[in-house]
């Protein structure tokens, strides 16, 4: 009689009980290194997509800065703009402004004056008609017109009487200074 006894059976039962084991450390080695090549890809192709935008991004910087360099140097759309508003600042500056003459011209007034009329021309003379209560308004108006440091003449054309109104109508010439700074 054979009698066989195996001294060794925890080592196959280990060597048995690896595989599985094994085979699953393979597996999760797989699936992270393809996730890891997967990664890889993505990455690669999100900077190569930063890379284009910040051609983009540079190139119409570029183009900006040429566009503001081309307003600063020669004549273009921009520049004619820029220097024609110069212009007009540069003339407001030098011209008293006609809407401000009209109303130091229209505080002046006595009381129960009223303007039907008001012409004025850029050189500095203008003409207005202007209906009073009375002849002595007429003549206070008049001084108060010679005595303005902004008008340089004065005088009255004409006055008739407007029976319907029982009003007297005055026309008056004057010459205004228009220029800053030249007052009497």
């Known amino acids: ?46 900077v190569h997509e930063l890379d284009k935008k910040i051609a983009t991004e540079t190139k119409a910087n570029d183009k900006m800065l040429a566009e503001i360099s081309s307003r600063r140097t020669g004549v273009t759309d921009y520049n004619f703009v820029d220097k024609y508003q110069k212009i007009h600042g540069f003339l407001n500056g030098i011209y008293k402004n006609p809407i401000i003459i009209k109303e130091d011209l229209y505080k002046l007034l006595p009381e129960g004056g009223s303007v039907s009329s008001y012409t004025f021309e850029n050189t500095g003379t203008l003409s207005m008609t202007i209906l009073f209560p009375s002849k002595d308004a007429v003549a206070t108006y008049l001084q108060q017109l010679l005595q303005a440091d902004f008008v340089t003449e004065a005088k009255v054309t004409s006055i008739s009487l407007n029976t319907e109104k029982n009003v007297y109508e005055a026309n008056f010439e004057a010459t205004v200074v228009t220029l800053e700074g030249d007052q009497e």
């Not at 196959?12 to 090549?37: D, K």
């Open 1 to 46: 009689m054979n009698i066989n006894i195996d001294l060794l059976p925890q080592e196959r039962r280990n060597t048995l009980n690896r595989r599985p084991f094994l085979l699953g450390a393979a597996g999760v080695f797989f699936i992270l290194s393809a996730l890891l090549i997967v990664l890889y890809i993505t990455e690669r192709s999100s």
